[in-house]
Structures are given as structure tokens and as C-alpha cells.
């Protein structure tokens, strides 16, 4: 019974690092009122706070429109609660349809949430993809907090920003 409550908080976890990648604001509101379902190759729930929990092997999480897909989730836990989940993938991806009915999608290395500051932090060839434009980046950090998006270039590649207009959205 234990195991089971430690793959609640786990699953719990997991998809707030990821849902809340998108935003508060962009996020489809219902899909957090829906089931959560992982599945992976294999899973280790631990109940040692002292070592993290970890689900690998073609890791699928879902929850109402929103589908991640990653290599590994790594939670760690403190009071019985998740304060930090990565996420490692070739590359990690979300998908999710907006309350606007929007598709949204998000592909990087690595996406690395700190429940504790509400920071979630994209490494790795990071892309974020909406009918209204993409950004592409070697990293971007997102503050839950204040909505402040931010990304850098850095010596292996620019931040770069395409905006369409709505006349030429859908088009081509």
C-alpha cells in the first residue's frame, strides 16, 4: 500500500514538472481535473527520501490532452513531498492543446523543475513550437511565479524567435 501511495506522489510529481513547462496560462485547465497515467519499462519507487525515485524506458505520461514522452524521470521527494523532478529523454517532448484549442510543443535535452522556487529549467537543443511562432534555444528558464519566460544564447547557438502572423497561420 505504501509502494502504491509513493507512485501517487511520484506520478504527481512528474506531471506538474511537465504540464507546468507550457504555462499556467497556456495550459488546457481541464486536463488537470483528468487521470494521470505513467508507464515506462521500469520503475523504482523509493521510500528513502535520501535517494530519488526513478521511472525509465520509454516513459508516457498522460493526462487529458497532455502527452509527454521522455527516457527517464528522476523525482526527489522531502516530507513526503516531490520537490524536484528531471526529466532526460532523447529529447524530452510535450505535447498539449491549448484552452484555445491550440496545439503546443516542447522538446529539449532535459527539463528540470524545482517545485520549491517554481522554476523549471529547459537544456538541450530546447524548441517550443505554437501556430503563432517558435523559439529555439540551448536553454530557456521558465519562473511559474511571475509567467517570465527567459532564454540565452550562448557559444553553441543564438535564441531565435519566429512570430506568424494569424493570415498565415495553418499556411504551408
Not at 506522489?9 to 512528474?14: I, Q
Not at 526513478?54 to 502527452?67: A, E, F, P, Y
Not at 510543443?105 to 520549491?116: F, P
Request: charge should be positive; avoid cysteine.
Amino acid at each position: 500500500m505504501a509502494d502504491k501511495a509513493m507512485f501517487k506522489k511520484l506520478s504527481l510529481a512528474v506531471l506538474m514538472a511537465t504540464s507546468l513547462v507550457a504555462g499556467h496560462a497556456m495550459a488546457r485547465s481541464s486536463d488537470r481535473n483528468q487521470p494521470i497515467d505513467i508507464s515506462a519499462n521500469q520503475g523504482v519507487m523509493e521510500q528513502d527520501e535520501s535517494r530519488p525515485s526513478v521511472v525509465t524506458g520509454n516513459v508516457v505520461i498522460t493526462q487529458g490532452s497532455l502527452v509527454i514522452n521522455a527516457s527517464k524521470g528522476v523525482v526527489t521527494l522531502r516530507g513526503g513531498e516531490p520537490v524536484r523532478v528531471v526529466l532526460t529523454g532523447g529529447p524530452v517532448r510535450l505535447q498539449q492543446t491549448m484552452d484555445n484549442g491550440q496545439p503546443l510543443t516542447v522538446n529539449a535535452s532535459q527539463a528540470d523543475y524545482n517545485l520549491a522556487t517554481d522554476i523549471v529549467t529547459l537544456t538541450g537543443n530546447v524548441r517550443i513550437s505554437q501556430p503563432s511562432g517558435n523559439l529555439s534555444a540551448p536553454s530557456a528558464v521558465y519562473n511559474m511565479g511571475t509567467g517570465r519566460f527567459e532564454s540565452q544564447g550562448s557559444s553553441s547557438g543564438r535564441v531565435k524567435m519566429r512570430f506568424v502572423p494569424k493570415n498565415q497561420r495553418g499556411a504551408g
